[in-house]
């Protein structure tokens, strides 16, 4: 376990931010309690001052895991978010994108969503932005980037992609495994 | 059990006859009924045969044919293989076999004689043998034999608790002069020994970029190129920053970083400074993104506007506006 590099810190707050923007800092800077960012065996954790104490005993090999895994580095230095960050994701997110109950399923085995499923969606929503999708009461189910506009989803026909997927709450049945 | 008792009268189960397998002519006989016209070199496990094909044989059963001929042929190659003469050894007998007559090119090209240093070349001119030393010496003060170099070693002046000093410069430290002298000896013989790399590759890597006697034929591309990328990648980073701060080109490849990476510790707690740090990491991220022009954003005002200003307008007319029947 040890804290982010700068250029780590760089990369995965870049792709945090296409997801919440400027409520990154109230991820970083809590009021009720000091959590912080650590790298684990190439997993990024979000934990809270005490864990992180009591986790720096355990060797590095041994420790399994801590916190809240936000994802993992790839090889090439890269970023990807994993299902367990949605939380936080839900919580804070800039634009939303509320699904309808028929489509709902189709996105939690992991397909794009389709702009006959999408209920609604955050006004002036840019393209290729971050987004968190909700059913229509308010549960989130995933994350993704949108394929367009909010203004170009008016004139789509129903079959076009809206979200391209990234996540979904069905990850944690199909890559329980490998998820924490 | 009356078979068992059968069987052993005639031979057991599983035992083969030799006499049995000539009776079936399962394989042919070691003589060959042809006439010897191979060409043998036995040195190397060879027989040459140069006599010519039946045409009328071959095209009957070509397959056939051919195994024939090289089933006699092994046969007499082998034959002869057994009138050689022979040495026991505990497996078995070893042919001896003749020195090989054909000769087989080398896999590898002859490897380049290395070229001479200095010292070689005169020693050649003036005719110098190389002497072997004794790698032990009589040492006058211990009254023994010592080895001639390094530790413990034969009278070493260095051991000295008091040496004489200079006459002409009594400032000067004796001990000191002999650590002095050594290190030059060894520095200079470092230069020299680097002299003689660079003449025999006639290159050094000082010297990338000028005439240094590499020509630019076939041979020498891959070396030339890779002595300017070198050399293209320390020029580079041969900025104030080291190249910190430079712009990266359009299509350049970043530079592996020098040196070890430093990764923060773990002994480090201190959570406030770390999130500080953080929060201005993203506040210089944030200022990059907001610098560039939201296109969508700004289109979109700018149809909103226009399209109040165009409405304004009609009602400013006079009369009401008409609604557009759909299209």
Redesign the interface.
Known sequence: ??????EE??VF??KL?KFI??N??LL??RKDE????RVQKNKVYYVN?ET??KA?SVPRDSLQSLGTCFGKFTKTGKFKLQITCLDYLAQYAKYKVWVKPQSEMSWLYGNNLLKAGMGRITE?T??NQGVVLFSMNDVPIGFGTTSK?T?DCRKLDPTAMVVYHICDVGEYLRDEDTLF | MSTTTTSSTTAPEGVINASDILAQNKFSSHLVEKEDSLLYDLGNLCAFDFSSLNKAEYNENPEEYINKISRDNVQLLITRMFQLDSKVVESGALALLPKPLTPIPRMKPIPEAKQQTRWEAFAAIKDIKKRKKDSKVWDETHKEWRHSWGYKRANDEGENFAMYANPNNPEQDPFQKLIDDKKERVDKNKRLEQRNLDESHKRSSSMVGSNNGLDFSKENRGQIKNDVRNTLNVAKVSTASMGKFDKVLEGDKKLPTRGV??????G??N??G??EN??K??KR??NK?EGIL?V??AT?QFITNENKENMKKKFKDGGRPIKKSKK
């Open positions: 376990m040890r804290k982010l590099t700068e810190t760089k707050f870049e931010i923007g400027r990154i800092s970083i800077e000091a959590h912080c960012f001052e992180m104490k720096q002036d840019p393209a506009s203004q | 990476k430093r990764l923060a510790g773990l480090d707690n959570i406030q770390e999130s953080s929060l990491m993203v991220i944030l993104e939201n969508d954003k979109n």
